[in-house]
């Protein structure tokens, strides 16, 4: 039978994937509104923005309450590693806001080319951030260390697209602010990697007690 | 006279000022880096980052050696606090690293103007994170929470200088790679205030033990 703690504990985990599937939906949905050329769904991104921030105060209440109960070294590095995994969360549900806001800017003007970078560089984020809350839920630090190296992939796609849209504003200066709006979609999307980098990085100190962040 | 326990508490404090006054080093280091056009100097931003990170990863392990001992719960605020602190820290010392690396690419062509607005930013950012971090070592909420309403101010210098760089570059596309250059730069002293002001928030909570993130 569980405990009154570990039930408590375990709500605090649910609440964190609760947190962890809105930022995924925004993130989706504000590509999707980027594809679509859709205002609405931009719009509801950035309206979202505040479950998800709200879900973070409410994750921070629960962690801080629970750590002066926590029997455990091995709880309270669960519980900091909760908080830490939803303030990752909290920044995913910002940059998708932002995506959704650089949308609504795009959607004014007619569509530069085909996008084929970004909703490639969107799946590949997404999927790191899925597969490092499953490592969470399921405890696997070696499926949380096999995340890290695509964010290199990551960044090297910003990177390519980012000199990409400046050589295409040299050539043609009137597309300079939607180049510049795309740029900031494709360094939000690197930086969703990041924090699931961080979510993967978390992973393994809780499951080893081993911090491996700046490549310690 | 101070217990053992009190006494490891100041001593993540002081970490935590340490860590402060690195990350405080490296951002001004960084915008005088740009200014005098010193390449040794930016590089020395670069590699004092590991600095910072190594601090980051000895409070964390601090702070959770002291949360299993923590006998109250002001004392579990303060460490998380801390935590929190320290993550912001290190994420300031991120945003110079990359000024840095953009004043590198800068220092390869000729300087674009003399900069006004890019100075002014970083001493207002650096004067909200040190006002910040003042204020958690005085516990003092109200000087934290004057802080809040300055992020504004800087949001709205580096939304200025994006368009005055945007249509500097519409004007002159030969100015395009170092406009974009400027914007990073820019952006990341935006980055440094929401910084500052997150640590401000974090004083206000440890203080008053009342979340005011996200408008609450």
């Not at 697209?161 to 040299?170: D, G, K, N, P, V």
């Given at each position: 039978m569980q405990t009154h703690f570990e039930q408590e504990l375990a709500e605090l985990k649910n609440k964190l994937l609760t947190m962890a599937s809105h930022a995924e939906t925004s993130v989706t949905n504000a590509i999707k509104a980027l594809i679509d050329r859709d205002d609405e769904l931009a719009q509801k991104v950035d309206a979202d923005d505040a479950i998800i921030d709200h879900l973070e105060m409410e994750i921070d209440e629960m962690a801080i309450r629970l750590l002066a109960k926590a029997p455990l070294a091995s709880d309270l590095r669960l519980i900091t590693v909760a908080m830490k995994i939803s303030q990752n969360l909290e920044r995913v549900g910002d940059e998708a806001t932002k995506i959704a806001r650089r949308v609504q800017d795009l959607n004014q003007e007619p569509q530069l080319k085909p996008y084929v970078d970004?909703?490639?560089?969107?799946?590949?984020?997404?999927?790191?951030?899925?597969?490092?809350?499953?490592?969470?839920?399921?405890?696997?630090?070696?499926?949380?260390?096999?995340?890290?190296?695509?964010?290199?992939?990551?960044?090297?796609?910003?990177?390519?697209?980012?000199?990409?849209?400046?050589?295409?504003?040299?050539?043609?200066?009137?597309?300079?602010?939607?180049?510049?709006?795309?740029?900031?979609?494709?360094?939000?999307?690197?930086?969703?990697?990041?924090?699931?980098?961080?979510?993967?990085?978390?992973?393994?100190?809780?499951?080893?007690?081993?911090?491996?962040?700046?490549?310690?």
């Open positions: 970004l909703p490639n560089m969107a799946k590949i984020a997404l999927q790191m951030l899925k597969t490092a809350l499953d490592s969470f839920v399921n405890r696997q630090p070696d499926t949380a260390r096999e995340i890290i190296p695509r964010d290199k992939e990551v960044d090297l796609l910003n990177k390519q697209l980012h000199r990409e849209l400046a050589s295409y504003m040299i050539e043609k200066p009137s597309t300079i602010t939607r180049c510049l709006n795309l740029m900031i979609i494709s360094k939000s999307l690197e930086r969703i990697a990041d924090h699931a980098t961080n979510v993967a990085e978390e992973v393994v100190y809780l499951c080893e007690a081993r911090d491996i962040r700046h490549g310690g």
